[in-house]
């Protein structure tokens, strides 16, 4: 029963990933191919999933806010993924022999993020791997991608987009935040080293002030203009 509820949420936390990955794939590809004639244009662009024809201005306004979307959900159904963990490390707690529980486990699909969050100890090298693949796709991917967004439309010195841009960029960090938090307290996890707390605190600082204060328009010189 508990294990197939987790299963169940491990497929739908692996689709929502793959979409999420799948998405920030595409428009990776189109970022790094877009020059600065092209912003200036206006050329179109079709966005994924949604298969709309758009100007690629616009896409730099609205892929953000997608990106932040899908990574929400993901994040979301990573939460629900490792309550459903949570139950089921504790029946197998209740009812079975700390022998038999590493079988029961090895019936979770073979999901990075359930691997991750599973209470199993045993595998260091296979949790080690999945605890990276999982911190680099829910953590660092995503935003590395939003931040590539603002600074590749930096050329076309439009504050009102690159300010959305930062908003999203402090949305998706407020949300890691709660995400890490939520999984922490589910899983009753040990707390981390004040070490590690202190560089997560420190790294999104860096992020927001370098979306703020580094990552700006460049200024044209009156004389330039005149």
């Known amino acids: 029963g508990r294990g197939m509820a987790a299963n169940s949420a491990s497929t ?7 979409t999420l990955l799948g998405f920030i794939v595409y428009a990776a590809i189109t ?14 662009v079709k966005l994924p999933l949604l298969d709309v024809a758009v100007s690629i201005v616009g896409f730099y306004t609205i892929a953000p806010f997608l990106l932040l ?4 959900n993901l994040l979301l159904y990573v939460m629900l993924l490792a309550s459903r963990l949570r139950a089921l490390e504790e029946t197998l707690l209740a009812t079975l022999h700390p022998s038999d529980r590493h079988g029961e486990l090895l019936r979770l699909e073979a999901f990075s993020i359930t691997q991750w969050l599973s209470g199993d100890d045993e595998g260091i090298v296979t949790r080690t791997t999945a605890r990276i ?23 076309v010195n439009r504050p009102y987009i690159t300010s959305s841009q930062r908003w999203v960029i402090c949305l998706d960090l407020a949300f890691l935040w709660l995400f890490w938090w939520q999984v922490r ?23 927001v002030l370098f979306s703020i204060e580094i990552a700006v328009s460049p200024q044209i010189p009156s004389w330039w203009v005149e």
Do not use: N
């Open 12 to 18: 739908t936390a692996r689709h929502a990933h793959l």
């Open 31 to 44: 970022v790094w191919s877009t020059t600065d004639e092209q912003l200036l244009r206006g050329s179109a």
């Open 69 to 72: 979307i899908l990574h929400s």
């Open 133 to 155: 693949v999982s911190f680099v796709s829910i953590y660092v991917i995503p935003v590395g991608m939003l931040l590539w967004f603002q600074i590749r439309f930096l050329p």
């Open 185 to 207: 307290r589910r899983r009753k996890v040990r707390k981390l080293q004040l070490c590690a707390r202190v560089s997560m605190g420190i790294v999104t600082i860096c992020v």
